[in-house]
């Protein structure tokens, strides 16, 4: 396919919701290609230091309160979801569509985020090839693979029949608040279809691409047609290796045994600073090495003066980190989930809510990790869950049997490749 065309990805959330776009966009960049990443303002900066043209698309997590805002809001009981996108996104989707259509103007191509509900409007109406960007399971929908959704407790026991009974109920219940959907679409002078925008909608009739592994989540007989499984996109191949560690994590690391490493990601890590307290008073009776990436307040309330055999920082990437890990225990948004999965090390996944229960689930179905609610982790449950984790020797050895199988997919480079396919076409 001849070079130069202009791809743009419209995203919204987290770091795991950018990260793999950066990853996307390298090796688009490295085959000629121009890439515009629109989402918010919030990301301007990340984004513009990574390379990469930037498109800002309202509304801002910042208007959350940032990513661990918008996770509260999103996992805030039964009706966080509904309430988020019945009070923040929904109200704005005019303005949404318009950030859109100005970049997607200029593209030659958009991958969108399903929370982005004007991308598939905006694409219909400017005859632009795009793509429906799925980043985590959860997304797929499937009545064979059910996802766990903490909202409807034990939905994902139900067969299949049910399963799809009750997601045309939800449709049903749903059409009132997907009303400003149907409305723009006309405003848009695009003509009716029969497809629901929360249930069908957010797919691309050509090509959707679940940038997850399939060894994590199989490919289903009722993923919407057109659906590549690439891998994951790791954004930091290539920038693994231990020089890219902080200096005093890099020292730590190389004057000891490996040591678990506790993370709770970049929408978590402010939810919970008694996670950080309760890990480290565990290690500390275990007498383990122990990596803490904790936010600001958790930095305040771990003792001033941490032991010789434990770090704590608000940051390391992941890729460099959890590698040298012994074990690695995190909160299963999937950024995270991916990178431990890659690293070949055992995991206690400890799910606050939104996908990380079913991110959680998936891994210890894998035989890598075990689970525990993030409201049932305490000391005592840490110390017997540790000295399972790292004493173990079959989760050790399918943890590094999978992660060594999770390398060699090329997750990044399958995308692109499924991308340049359908631009090539007629």
């Known amino acids: 396919m001849p070079a130069g065309k202009h791809i743009a990805f419209a995203t919204f959330g987290s770091l795991g919701d950018v990260h793999p776009f950066f990853a996307l966009g390298r090796v688009l960049q490295a085959r000629g290609h121009r890439v515009t990443i629109a989402t918010s303002e919030y990301h301007r900066g990340k984004i513009e230091a990574e390379g990469f043209n930037f498109h800002p698309v309202r509304p801002d997590i910042a208007d959350f309160g940032g990513p ?40 030659d191509f958009l991958g969108a985020h399903p929370i982005y509900y004007p991308a598939p409007l905006v694409a219909e109406k400017l005859g632009l090839p795009w793509a ?43 059409q009132p608040l997907v009303r400003p959907i149907h409305d723009l679409r006309r405003a848009l002078g695009l003509p009716p279809t029969g497809r629901h925008p929360m249930f069908g ?20 007989p009722d993923w919407p ?7 994951f996109p790791f954004f930091d191949d290539g920038l693994s290796s231990s020089e890219h560690l902080p200096e005093e994590l890099a020292a730590f690391l190389d004057h000891g045994p490996p040591p678990v490493v506790f993370t709770l990601g970049s929408t978590a890590v402010d939810l919970s600073v008694q996670f950080y307290l309760d890990s480290y008073t565990a290690c500390h009776e275990l007498g383990c090495r122990a990596v803490f990436l904790a936010g ?20 390391a990437p992941h890729g460099a980190l959890f590698p040298r890990a012994t074990a690695i225990v995190h909160s299963g948004g999937i950024g995270t989930t991916a990178q431990a999965l ?31 609610p993030s409201h049932h982790y305490n000391r005592e449950r840490a110390i017997k869950l540790l000295r399972e984790l790292l004493s173990n020797q079959t989760l050790s050895q399918n943890a590094g049997e999978l992660g060594r199988r999770i390398r060699s997919e090329n997750g990044a480079g399958q995308a692109a490749d499924a991308i340049e396919k359908l631009l090539a076409g007629p």
């Not at 600001?296 to 940051?315: D, F, G, I, K, V």
Request: aromatic share 6%; proline share 11%; with cysteine.
């Open 132 to 174: 429906g960007m799925l980043l985590q399971p959860m997304a797929m929908f499937s009545a064979h693979d059910p996802a766990i959704i903490p909202q409807v407790p034990g939905l994902h026991r139900l067969p299949p029949f049910a399963l799809r009974a009750f997601v045309k109920l939800s449709q049903l219940g749903l």
């Open 296 to 315: 600001r307040e958790a930095l305040q309330r771990l003792p001033a003066t941490l032991p010789a055999s434990m770090l704590a920082l608000p940051y």
């Open 201 to 220: 909608g957010q797919y691309s009739p050509d090509l959707n691409l679940a940038l997850f592994s399939p060894l994590f989540a199989p490919p289903q």
């Open 225 to 231: 047609a057109g659906t590549i499984a690439t891998g």
């Open 342 to 372: 890659r690293s070949g090390r055992p995991q206690l996944v400890v799910p606050f809510g939104f996908d990380q229960p079913d991110n959680a689930a998936r891994a210890q179905r894998l035989g890598v990790a075990r689970v525990i």
């Open 68 to 107: 661990a805002g918008l996770f509260r809001a999103f996992s805030d009981g039964p009706g966080g979801a509904v309430g988020v996108l019945r009070r923040d996104i929904l109200p704005r989707l005019r303005e949404t569509c318009d950030d859109l259509l100005a970049v997607a103007r200029q593209a």
